[in-house]
């Protein structure tokens, strides 16, 4: 009933891919994973009527080689604007199975009725770039460091020195919300004053990023104190928060950008064999609604080299996958491209590399490799974007230091460790 190699799928149908290792039989592992996530379980049921087997889940394909399967879900299994009651589904009870050695959801293709059910961004790659400016090249930004710790004067102080300095955007860390040694709104006050201070002084317009995480009643309070106090973008934890949080928030259309954290996700995305890929949750924030979202980088401290980085389908994509990125920023219907956040031990000298492996269109996001230049946050901030233009400009950057300090100091600092480094 549920393995059926003959069946076509609909064009209504949600097809998804899973990497499939079972602890014994195929054919039984292969009928019993789309029925424990459709209308089936353990065992026959007295209660299956024939109006309800139609909504069974059927695998249509599966090669034992590479160990993929694809398994079609009828349309009206879903409720639509639904991520809770659609990860419940396709992917609930069937990592729990005795049946499976490992399982990993690779990729989920839905039909078009089901995305239009979703708003998507509000801005966008595109918006985003309205906001600041810009058209062609790669934003600058920048978190707050040490991540946490600093008051809010002292906060809004960092952030202003690398917005002078050519920082775009500017964010608060994961773990950053409202600690009593740095309270919520008087960090926003604070923040956003230095963010007004700073386009005055430099004619470029800013955003920054305060972290609002929390349940998402006391989350919308946060966005709208935000809102009311000139600000123009909000970010989330979104899988510590839920994706149910964050459609909430994004359904309230404040007319803030939405950065999208994704603190935790290597607890289910870094093992090659088991739990879902980052692409399927770039997928998904995309149908929410968010603008921005942490992909990762190739070239900085986290786990993840070039070979993994660019990931085919069945890997794991635990910094960044080619999948998310694509899936951020193709065409996808009527929604709006995602902008992708390069992110983790970055520093001005990883810029060339990066920009060569993803292009221009991602915000390129260094914490320590900006605060910890050895002239200070706003030369570090000075080192990224001169880094930025030489490599816009296709100049090696040792030869553009010659006439740029900052860059000069940020390649004797981290020269050693970037460029004579084991790191692909």
């Known amino acids: ?22 602890k014994g039989d195929w054919k039984k592992t292969l009928n019993q994973l789309p029925a424990e996530s459709s209308i089936g379980t353990w065992t026959s049921l007295t209660t299956m009527k024939k109006s309800v087997e139609r909504l069974g889940a059927k695998v ?16 009206d299994i879903f409720e639509p604007h639904s991520i809770p009651q659609l990860l419940s589904d396709v ?26 059910s979703f708003s998507g961004p509000k801005f966008g790659m595109e918006g985003v ?14 978190i707050v460091k040490p991540k946490i710790g600093l008051n809010p004067r002292d906060t809004a102080k960092v952030a202003y020195n690398a917005w002078v300095g050519g920082v775009d955007f500017v964010k608060d860390d994961e773990n950053l919300t409202d600690q009593k040694f740095c309270r919520f709104e008087d960090r926003v006050i604070h923040v956003l004053d230095a963010l007004d201070k700073a386009e005055s002084e430099t004619g470029e317009r800013k955003m920054y990023a305060p972290n609002i995480t929390a349940p998402a009643d006391v989350m919308l309070k946060r966005a709208q104190f935000v809102k009311d106090h000139g600000g123009n973008t909000i970010m989330i934890d979104v899988i510590t928060s839920g994706f149910s949080a964050v459609q909430f928030i994004r359904d309230q259309n404040l007319g803030m950008v939405i950065h999208a954290h994704r603190a935790m996700h290597a607890s289910f995305t870094r093992n090659k064999k088991h739990g879902i890929a980052m692409s399927v949750i770039a997928k998904l924030l995309r149908l929410i609604g968010v603008d921005q979202l942490h992909i990762g980088t190739v070239v900085g401290k986290l786990e993840g080299g070039k070979d993994e980085v660019l ?15 694509e899936m951020m920023t193709q065409k996808w ?11 983790g031990g970055l ?61 000069a100091k940020a390649i004797e600092k981290w020269g050693r460790v970037v460029w004579k480094s084991k790191r692909r």
């Open 1 to 22: 009933m549920y393995l059926n190699l003959g069946y076509v799928p609909k064009s209504t149908d949600v097809i998804c891919e899973f990497y499939v290792e079972p």
């Open 60 to 75: 249509f394909y599966y090669d034992k080689k590479t160990r993929l399967v694809k398994i079609a879900y009828p349309i």
């Open 91 to 116: 992917a609930g009870n069937i990592f729990g199975m005795k049946i499976v050695k490992n399982l990993r959801l690779l990729d989920i293709k839905f039909p078009k009725s089901y995305v239009k």
């Open 129 to 142: 770039r309205k906001i600041i400016g810009t058209k062609k090249r790669p934003h600058v930004g920048t």
């Open 311 to 325: 990931a085919n389908e069945y890997e794991c994509e635990c910094r960044y996958s080619k999948e998310a990125h």
């Open 333 to 343: 219907y009527e929604l709006k491209k995602i902008f992708p956040v390069s992110s």
């Open 347 to 407: 520093c001005p000298l990883h810029v060339p590399k990066l920009m060569g492996i993803l292009g221009n269109d991602i915000v390129i996001q260094a914490g320590g490799g900006i605060h910890g230049h050895p002239m200070g946050t706003k030369a570090g901030a000075i080192a990224m974007r001169q880094a930025v233009d030489a490599t816009l400009n296709g100049i090696p950057l040792k030869k553009y230091a010659k006439d740029h300090v900052e860059l």
